[in-house]
């Protein structure tokens, strides 16, 4: 092991969904600790800002317009990738979204096919595109952004927590069935971060009170606080965890 196993000098990581929020936390962090980084999302300023500010950092930095939920997409940034930097070290899936925060008689279908389409299929697309590259190279990390939902129900949250809850255990299977090419695959959970995605409930009054209450640490998190925990996970540190789920959520899965 390295003398500091956080140390990601010499790796190229892709991670999704860095536009904002978590991913943009996570592929920061990687680059500081010394990773080369493609990142991508569905917005171009957002994903070419974020890229920028990996190059000032000192490290090479590749921004992709892409949606995950389209396997032309996938294969397009994932050719890119291996074009621009030969290799991949670590696959952070990231991009995630949920636009229903309703009781689920009422979820409309078109909501729940987004969800699913980009919370689950695109964990499973950019893994199938990421496997091979690892296979070669016989060794790579996987960390899949899941979400305490994924452990916990949330309330009108019925389409997001089915989709996390996939994730979780896509990530046990794939954990199994790669082990024995040295590929690790983990899941982060995340609870209740100050994202744009949360902005509008933990503001409102009411149930940002009631969301809160449940925490006992009693705050939210932050994007940096996930991404110091994607960092471990991604790097020699976590050498012998794999098929791990690791909440970071200031206690809310204690209940």
Known sequence: MKDDP????????????????????IALALAKAGADVAVFSRTEA??????????????RALGICA?????SDVDAVFSAVTERFGRLDILVNNAGLNPSYARMEKVREEDYDLIMEVNVKGVFLCSQKA????????????VNVASVAGLKALYKCSAYTASKGAVVQLTRTMALELAPFDIR???LCPGFVTTDM??????HPREGERVLSLIPMG???DPEEIAAAAVFLASDAASYVTGAVLAVDGGWSCW
């Open 6 to 25: 956080f140390d990601l000098s010499g790796k190229v990581a892709v991670v999704s969904g860095a536009g904002r929020g978590i991913g943009k936390a």
């Open 46 to 59: 957002q994903f070419s800002s974020v890229a920028a500010e990996i190059e000032e950092l000192g490290c």
């Open 67 to 71: 949606d995950v939920s389209r396997a």
């Open 131 to 142: 496997i091979p590259l690892m296979k070669e190279q016989g060794k790579g990390c996987i």
């Open 185 to 187: 695959v983990n899941a």
């Open 198 to 203: 949360t902005e509008r409930l933990l503001e």
């Open 219 to 221: 705050r939210t998190g």
